[in-house]
């Protein structure tokens, strides 16, 4: 799998979008890594992981062809990750010599209620599919299975198992701590990458619905002693929000200590 990361903050961004805070200023005038859009991964050029509104800056920006999107798995409805009215743009006369139409728009119930409410309005070439918990689906060379985040209490929010031949992937964002359930079936897995959320980064602030550094290193850590990740694993920190208050580099130190790495927008993860 070849993975770029090219979202990695959280619903605001970062700088965050109205804010003046010390923060934001310093990653403004710092720039480079700092400058962080909202959260997305696009695998093997045709798979996309979410639809956040900063997909049409994504596009350019790192040289990607939606164009040649076959499927799409969204996370959940909450619309830094679910920009629902880029959908309109699928089809003519905003879209042309699309390569692999019908696009496949997988995810929960409600996520795949508003693209079909849109698809019966317009004629969009795309396809819905519906996951169901811990129910593998196909796309393309790849195995998806949906595992039930932590998040939003009337919505059954996903991440994702990515499996190709060789390598497994976590892709977990916008979750808390997992539940029972959701753990011991990670535990049958054994990852090559762990790409995962840090939205609080080391902040002393108890979440449900997101996790902090601390909450990083205990999934890790209960993985690691069922097999499921050792030191040849990479585990990647992502989906950051502004106001943990350090700037690439600084958390990056951090995070080094315990051997993990502090993504960055337009990120490359080969595995």
């Given at each position: 799998?070849?993975?770029?990361?090219?979202?990695?903050?959280?619903?605001?961004?970062?700088?965050?979008?109205?804010?003046?805070?010390?923060?934001?200023?310093?990653?403004?005038?710092?720039?480079?890594k700092n400058i962080r859009t909202r959260q997305s991964a696009q695998i093997d050029d045709v798979i996309k992981i979410d639809l956040p509104p900063d997909t049409h800056y994504h596009q350019f920006h790192f040289g990607i062809r939606l164009s040649e999107l076959k499927h799409l798995f969204i996370t959940h409805s909450h619309d830094d990750h679910f920009a629902v009215a880029e959908l309109h743009y699928i089809r003519p006369p905003f879209a042309y010599n699309q390569s692999s139409?019908?696009?496949?728009?997988?995810?929960?119930?409600?996520?795949?209620?508003?693209v079909d409410s849109i698809k019966t309005r317009e004629e969009l070439p795309i396809e819905t599919i519906t996951l169901r918990p811990f129910d593998p689906v196909r796309a393309d060379h790849l195995k998806f299975t949906p595992i039930p985040a932590r998040h939003k209490p009337d919505e059954q929010c996903f991440t994702y198992v990515a499996q190709s031949d060789t390598s497994a992937v976590l892709f977990a964002w916008d979750t808390g701590l997992y539940d029972k359930q959701s753990m011991e079936y990670l535990l049958g897995y054994r990852f090559d990458v762990i790409i995962i959320e840090c939205t609080q980064g080391t902040l002393q602030m108890p979440s449900r619905m997101h996790m902090g550094f601390e909450g990083v290193l205990e999934i890790r850590d209960t993985l690691a002693k069922s097999g499921g990740c050792d030191?040849?694993?990479?585990?990647?920190?992502?989906?950051?929000?502004?106001n943990i208050g350090l700037l690439h580099d600084e958390f990056a130190e951090i995070a080094e200590r315990e051997g993990v790495e502090v993504a960055w927008d337009g990120m490359i993860i080969d595995t």
């Open positions: 799998m070849r993975i770029q990361l090219l979202g990695t903050a959280a619903a605001e961004g970062w700088p965050a979008v109205f804010c003046g805070c010390r923060t934001c200023n310093r990653a403004r005038a710092a720039k480079g139409v019908p696009i496949k728009i997988y995810g929960n119930p409600t996520v795949i209620k508003a030191s040849h694993t990479r585990v990647v920190l992502t989906h950051f929000s502004h």
